[in-house]
């Protein structure tokens, strides 16, 4: 019998892995190319990613998301502001107990917020396409609030009752 393990290849078709404990990468050849032959001409090796440990989203620091899209600037213009201000001292709440995400810099992160209010139809929330607006929406363990932008709910009597009616169902 042949003393060398060089049969071993043609017995066993499966990868076998030594795994160290200490070492986080581990490389093993993908596959080996040969020439007509038979002889080895060159190994192709991967490496795998170490992997990494996502970190535990922030704790949100208010109650309260606004979320907005302002492609020309990081926060929402002046006048939409304070009018932001009137809308939030109608329900009792102020513009400094908020915190605020525009979807044209970030995607918006929800998560521990009671309260979220999108102030845009493109808020880019994983929800049904079916949501309605200035309806009250459950989103994770808080409600989300999906209108129009400021500038518009400014402009507009309608949309002015629609906020206003939907919000004094949410804050009661």
Not at 41 to 46: G, I
């Given at each position: 019998?042949?003393e060398?393990?060089?049969?071993?290849?043609y017995?066993?078709n499966?990868?076998?892995?030594a795994?160290?404990e200490?070492s986080?990468?581990?490389?093993q050849?993908d596959?080996?190319?040969?020439?007509?032959?038979g002889?080895?001409?060159e190994?192709v090796?991967s490496?795998?990613e170490?992997?990494v440990?996502?970190e535990?989203p922030?704790?949100?620091?208010?109650?309260?998301?606004?979320?907005?899209?302002?492609?020309?600037?990081?926060?929402l213009p002046?006048?939409d502001?304070?009018?932001?201000?009137?809308?939030l001292?109608a329900?009792?709440?102020?513009?400094?107990?908020?915190?605020?995400q525009?979807v044209?810099?970030?995607?918006?992160?929800?998560?521990g917020?009671?309260?979220?209010?999108?102030?845009?139809?493109?808020?880019?929330l994983?929800?049904p396409?079916?949501?309605?607006?200035?309806?009250?929406?459950?989103?994770?363990?808080?409600?989300?609030?999906i209108?129009d932008a400021?500038?518009?709910?400014?402009?507009?009597?309608d949309l002015?009752?629609?906020l206003?009616g939907v919000?004094?169902?949410?804050f009661?």
């Amino acid at each position: 019998m042949n003393e060398s393990n060089e049969f071993l290849k043609y017995l066993i078709n499966e990868d076998i892995y030594a795994i160290d404990e200490k070492s986080e990468v581990i490389t093993q050849p993908d596959a080996v190319a040969e020439t007509s032959d038979g002889a080895q001409k060159e190994e192709v090796t991967s490496v795998q990613e170490p992997v990494v440990a996502l970190e535990k989203p922030a704790k949100p620091t208010n109650e309260i998301l606004i979320i907005f899209d302002n492609p020309t600037a990081v926060n929402l213009p002046a006048a939409d502001l304070d009018y932001l201000g009137k809308i939030l001292g109608a329900i009792g709440k102020s513009i400094d107990k908020v915190d605020f995400q525009n979807v044209a810099a970030t995607t918006p992160k929800t998560a521990g917020y009671v309260h979220v209010i999108a102030f845009t139809p493109n808020h880019q929330l994983p929800i049904p396409s079916s949501t309605q607006q200035y309806v009250s929406t459950k989103l994770g363990e808080g409600h989300l609030i999906i209108a129009d932008a400021l500038n518009n709910i400014s402009a507009s009597t309608d949309l002015r009752k629609k906020l206003w009616g939907v919000l004094q169902q949410v804050f009661k």
